[in-house]
């Protein structure tokens, strides 16, 4: 049960690390640069607060690896309440992860194109201005699709934490929220153009 206990304490951290920087560079960073029916805007933002993008980058690799080790540590803590769901945390996981880590070559596209490389003269400005929107459309719809594998992830995690006694039930009945709240999502950015979004989304 001591075991238990650390365990689910390094599951909280690593939750908590999770929260922070996915909330980081998933809301703020977007929120401050991205203007997106403006590409000069967006342009400029990026290329004067480069700083800022750059971070939140970096806060998207630390956010969704810390996830992938807090699956392992969940895994580890919870695998004997429901083997199958505690099994289809890991393909979920492993299915998901690397999808969303490989999404964020994206954004580093985006820094090749303001870096103003000797090659970049054959564009003109509106045409860089242009591609930077394209690519951060690219990452935005990479992660629409990675909504649905870390919806159905959530699900498990948050029935397995739920069940567990391990620990507080309502953080599993917010994950599994959240799995619906993905895929809500999901379908309404594919088929309706003004959609705005619904519940806490794929940042919990």
């Known amino acids: 049960m001591t075991s238990n206990k650390k365990i689910a304490r390094i599951a ?22 991205i203007v997106w029916d403006n590409p000069t805007i967006t342009f400029n933002n990026v290329v004067e607060s480069q700083a800022l993008f750059r ?11 810390s996830f992938l080790i807090l699956t392992l540590v969940l895994y580890e803590l919870i695998k004997s309440v429901h083997h199958i769901h505690a099994i289809s945390i890991l393909v979920l996981a492993m299915a998901s992860v690397p999808m969303a880590l490989l999404n964020i070559q994206n954004q580093f596209n985006v820094l090749s194109l303001i870096g103003g490389e000797n090659y970049l003269i054959v564009f003109n400005s509106g045409q860089l201005k242009a591609q930077v929107l394209l690519y951060l459309n690219n990452y935005d719809n990479g992660r629409l699709i990675t909504l649905v594998f870390f919806g159905l992830l959530l699900f498990s ?25 993905n895929l809500v999502n999901f379908v309404g950015n594919t088929f309706l153009t003004s959609y705005s979004g619904f519940g806490i989304s794929s940042y919990i």
């Open 12 to 33: 909280g951290l690593l939750y908590l690390v999770v929260v922070i920087t996915g909330i980081f560079s998933l809301m703020y960073v977007p929120s401050k640069l």
């Open 55 to 65: 971070f939140g980058l970096i806060s998207y690799i630390i956010c969704y690896t």
């Open 157 to 181: 995690i948050g029935y397995l934490v739920y069940k567990s006694g391990l620990i507080p039930k309502i953080l599993g009945i917010l994950l599994m929220f959240a799995c619906f709240s």
